[in-house]
């Protein structure tokens, strides 16, 4: 997600970031087995039950019927006599009822939740443990670790990944053949070059920025701080330390820094990516790069059609050739309600559409990105997704606590990168101030 639906921590990373900008089938065994494993009635079997009902909460705009239908489809003859309701949720003010519902009698059996907001359901005891039947569920030796790592709260799994989204850099191709730059840049030492480069070329347009890099989006900012080998904050005898002002992490808040302020215009360090619209600044002209997701590549071109057929995309490099930067995932993971009667069930339907074969139809019909490395080659047959799907592979995610909602909805991060980019205190100063604030709020909750 961006700076728009900060409040929302990384629910919804594609269909809200689209309003922000402008408007294989498990066997009847598994089904079992999966029935003997979560409930004490081993003997009740699947063609035995009758006018039962799963209550399945999505998000809005995300899965649609196209897809889950199929999956309903396929869950109803592994259970006949049951049906799927499919309920559809709004993002705003989700955190509150999903709470209330998981703590009540009667939840939601299943439940899509912001791959960043599993720990906080899961601290309030709302959320069935998965991790015993981890080996049960697809995919999972090798999903997407930035849906993975968040849905992992002390020791146990509580959420099973669903769906991704990220960030890639989106170039103006003419922009660059007129720079005389030929190939995108595969390290941040070119990306510096690339942009003297473009700087020199469109000196005569007014507020042009190289590479548009507002200086509160840390989505895209630390990528760079993951590319030097530092990190947001680490566990130490149960308890999260900030790690902001580590060496490493030091370093690559400096190289933020550098990127931002030789890039992007001086009035850009305090702002985020919706004021003004990095969308239209790039489609104006003003701008040869941006990092933005695959729904923004529509936008631009709704802005300037003229573009159309003239944008690419890159990953964004990191400090060597053969390491891109890791890249932030938002996304969805799906979880089980603790209180839930129909716990087997629920999990042959998490199974199922987070099977293969529902997640390659999730990528085709809906655009949204599968849950594991396995499934990204997929990215090669749809339009202009390469590179997002490229970048999914190496994946990187926040602190794994109820406390990040906390982070989140007070702007730490926001205000650390803006604070860096404006440059007005030593970069260690920033992350050490950070870093104590985290040490606060991260362990707050637990």
Avoid: C
Avoid at 99 to 119: F, Y
Avoid at 131 to 136: K, L, M, P, T, V
Avoid at 171 to 199: E, R, V, W
């Amino acid at each position: 997600m961006i700076e728009g639906r900060k409040a929302l921590g990384s629910r919804g990373f594609l269909a809200r970031e689209t309003q922000v900008k402008k408007t294989a089938i498990s066997s009847a065994a598994v089904a079992l087995a999966a029935l003997t494993a979560l409930s004490p009635v081993a003997a009740t079997t699947a063609s035995a039950q009758s006018s039962h009902t799963l209550t399945v909460w999505l998000m809005t705009g995300e899965i649609t019927p196209a897809v889950s239908n199929q999956v309903n489809a396929a869950f109803q003859k592994e259970y006949p006599g049951w049906k799927v309701n499919i309920e559809i949720q709004q993002w705003s003010g989700i955190s509150t009822k999903l709470i209330a519902g998981l703590a009540g009698s009667n939840p939601p059996d299943a439940m899509e939740m912001g791959n960043t907001d599993v720990s906080e359901f899961a601290a309030s005891g709302g959320l069935e443990n998965l991790a015993r039947y981890r080996s049960q569920l697809p995919n999972s030796s090798n999903w997407l670790s930035g849906l993975e790592g968040p849905a992992a709260y002390k020791g146990g799994l509580y959420g099973v990944p669903l769906l991704a989204g990220d960030r890639v850099v989106i170039y103006n191709k003419a922009m660059f053949a007129k720079a005389g730059i030929t190939s995108p840049p595969k390290t941040i030492d070119q990306l510096l070059n690339d942009g003297t480069a473009l700087k020199n070329a469109f000196r005569s347009v007014k507020n042009f920025s190289p590479l548009y890099f507002p200086g509160e989006y840390w989505y895209a900012g630390m990528p760079i701080v993951w590319s030097y080998g530092g990190q947001i904050a680490v566990q130490k005898g149960g308890k999260w330390a900030g790690a902001l002002s580590s060496k490493a992490s030091l370093a690559g808040l400096q190289e933020f820094q550098t990127v931002q302020n030789d890039l992007s215009v001086p009035a850009s360090r305090t702002v985020n990516t919706n004021a003004p619209d990095q969308d239209s600044v790039f489609a104006q002209g003003r701008a040869a790069m941006i990092v933005g997701g695959g729904w923004e590549l529509g936008a631009i071109t709704a802005d300037n059609k003229k573009l159309t057929g003239d944008l690419g995309t890159f990953v964004f490099p990191g400090v060597t050739a053969s390491q891109p930067a890791p890249v932030f995932i938002g996304g969805s993971d799906i979880g089980i309600a603790a209180n839930s009667p129909n716990k087997a069930q629920a999990l042959a339907w998490v199974k199922l559409m987070t099977s293969p074969k529902y997640q390659l139809a999730m990528a085709k019909v809906d655009g949204l990105m599968p849950n594991a490395k396995s499934l990204l080659s997929v990215g090669k047959t749809l339009p202009n997704q390469a590179d997002y799907y490229k970048a999914a592979a190496l994946s990187n995610f926040t602190p794994a606590t109820p406390g990040w909602a906390t982070v989140e909805a007070d702007n730490v991060m926001e205000s650390l990168f803006s604070q860096v980019a404006q440059g007005k205190q030593n970069v260690a100063t920033i992350a050490k101030s950070v870093d104590n604030q985290l040490n606060t709020l991260l362990n707050a909750h637990q």
